[in-house]
Nanobody, 123 residues
């Protein structure tokens, strides 16, 4: 199983980025998926998760109203639309495939992880 994250980059505060994560080597249409992030010198934190159908989402308080998670099961891909970015959003962002059901946190409910994509927000 491989998860390939893309879409990171450098953006000014207030800008937007859209992250994508394509899963291969399996079918995950019955698994929830999520995004986490890790800033330098800090632990990895939960960002957002989406149920297998896409009908249920869950966000960390720090990103509510600014980030939107979605998925396309026909493409085995999960997305993270990030708007109104702040310097404190700077981190390496990781996508992950969860188990069946919907338990967005903690990390032990995720089976597979991507390699991460860097997001840097300048002030």
């Amino acid at each position: 199983v491989q998860l390939q994250a893309s879409g990171g980059g450098l953006v000014q505060a207030g800008g937007s980025l859209r992250l994508s994560c394509a899963a291969s080597g399996g079918t995950f249409s019955r698994n929830f998926m999520g995004w986490f992030r890790q800033a330098p010198g800090k632990e990895r934190d939960f960002v957002a998760a989406v149920s297998w159908s896409g009908g249920t989402t869950y966000y960390a308080d720090s990103v509510k109203g600014r980030f939107t998670i979605s998925r396309d099961n026909t493409k085995n891909t999960v997305y993270l639309q990030m708007n109104s970015l702040k310097p404190e959003d700077t981190a390496v962002y990781y996508c992950a495939v969860g188990k069946t059901g919907f338990v967005p946190t903690p990390e032990r409910f995720y089976d597979y992880w991507g390699q991460g994509t860097q997001v840097t927000v300048s002030s």
